[in-house]
């Protein structure tokens, strides 16, 4: 589906629900783990040293020592999964890099087709562990892995519609995975009956659009009403159409690294349990 797959650790280990995903989806994958860089150190045990009184040093070891054991923690999972036969078709690598983690996945993730992530672990979340950054600064398209793996096929696609440029920059990156499909959805939401027919209206001209492209969607909507619509969308997503993967816009602000995931995508993404596809 996609040539090329960046796996970045940002604050965690590698995170092996994110190199299965990428397996199902890539013909190579680049697992990055980054080291800090003396830059980088520096910064934070400055920072540290001021509010604890702690000696520099010691704080700079500490640091350097936990790095290397995430860094071998990282090394022995990768590898127990590559001997596993997880790679299924896949080939994989496991780069190493010094500077600031955020950055320099952001600027690794340009030279890869798409980034494949794992949720974080608490208190962790998306807006804090670099991930808004990696979505809204890399210019590529991120897959979202859920905690646990989902039983539905990956080539069952639904697309969450919202006739917009975060959607349709989404749709469009989303083509190698859409093209790979077996089964496509085209799913509106409509928050009461007066908003189905500008819904269902707007899913079927993206259906016209992909049936252009030889794809073969179908299309429909589901109504919120008095429930929240994120858990409406999911609940149709994977309990009803069975989806494997589910394609949304990443709505929200994008002025560098302000980026704030809006409230629709959060919810989505903080409790999707299928894989998340999403561009900004």
Same mark, same amino acid.
């Given at each position: 589906?996609?040539?090329?797959?960046?796996?970045?650790?940002?604050?965690?280990?590698?995170?092996?629900?994110?190199?299965? =995903? *990428?397996?199902? !989806? &890539?013909?190579?994958?680049?697992?990055?783990? %980054?080291?800090?860089?003396?830059?980088?150190? @520096?910064?934070?045990?400055?920072?540290?040293?001021?509010?604890?009184?702690?000696?520099?040093?010691?704080?700079?070891?500490?640091?350097?020592?936990?790095?290397?054991?995430?860094?071998?923690?990282?090394?022995?999972?990768?590898?127990?999964?590559?001997?596993?036969?997880?790679?299924?078709?896949?080939?994989?690598?496991?780069?190493?890099?010094?500077?600031?983690?955020?950055?320099?996945?952001?600027?690794?993730?340009?030279?890869?087709?798409?980034?494949?992530?794992?949720?974080?672990?608490?208190?962790?979340?998306?807006?804090?562990?670099?991930?808004?950054?990696?979505?809204?600064?890399?210019?590529?398209?991120?897959? =979202? *892995?859920?905690? !646990? &793996?989902?039983?539905?096929?990956?080539?069952? %696609?639904?697309?969450?519609?919202?006739?917009? @440029?975060?959607?349709?920059?989404?749709?469009a990156a989303a083509m190698p995975l859409l093209a790979a499909a077996e089964k496509i959805h085209v799913l509106g939401i409509a928050e009461d009956r007066c908003d189905e027919d500008d819904v269902l209206g707007a899913a079927e001209r993206l259906a016209t659009y992909l049936r252009s492209h030889g794809l073969k969607p179908q299309t429909g909507h589901v109504r919120a009403g008095d429930r929240n619509a994120a858990e409406v969308l999911?609940?149709?997503?994977?309990?009803?159409?069975?989806?494997?993967?589910?394609?949304?816009?990443?709505?929200?602000?994008?002025?560098?690294?302000?980026?704030?995931?809006?409230?629709?995508?959060?919810?989505?993404?903080?409790? &999707?349990?299928?894989?998340?596809?999403?561009?900004?």
């Amino acid at each position: 589906m996609f040539e090329s797959v960046l796996v970045p650790s940002l604050t965690s280990v590698c995170n092996e629900a994110a190199m299965a =995903l *990428a397996a199902k !989806v &890539a013909g190579r994958i680049a697992f990055l783990h %980054v080291h800090p860089d003396a830059r980088e150190l @520096a910064r934070y045990t400055a920072t540290v040293d001021a509010q604890t009184s702690a000696f520099t040093g010691q704080i700079w070891d500490a640091m350097v020592a936990g790095d290397k054991e995430c860094a071998q923690r990282s090394r022995a999972i990768f590898d127990a999964f590559c001997a596993g036969g997880g790679l299924a078709k896949a080939s994989a690598a496991f780069r190493e890099m010094e500077g600031n983690n955020v950055e320099c996945t952001i600027d690794e993730a340009r030279y890869h087709d798409l980034v494949v992530m794992g949720r974080p672990a608490l208190p962790q979340d998306l807006t804090t562990d670099g991930t808004s950054d990696v979505l809204a600064d890399s210019g590529r398209p991120l897959l =979202l *892995a859920p905690s !646990v &793996a989902s039983s539905n096929p990956l080539s069952t %696609v639904v697309i969450a519609w919202k006739p917009g @440029a975060p959607a349709a920059r989404t749709v469009a990156a989303a083509m190698p995975l859409l093209a790979a499909a077996e089964k496509i959805h085209v799913l509106g939401i409509a928050e009461d009956r007066c908003d189905e027919d500008d819904v269902l209206g707007a899913a079927e001209r993206l259906a016209t659009y992909l049936r252009s492209h030889g794809l073969k969607p179908q299309t429909g909507h589901v109504r919120a009403g008095d429930r929240n619509a994120a858990e409406v969308l999911l609940e149709a997503a994977d309990q009803k159409l069975k989806a494997g993967v589910l394609v949304m816009g990443g709505y929200g602000h994008s002025r560098a690294r302000e980026f704030v995931f809006g409230g629709f995508t959060r919810r989505v993404l903080h409790s &999707a349990p299928l894989p998340v596809f999403m561009c900004h």
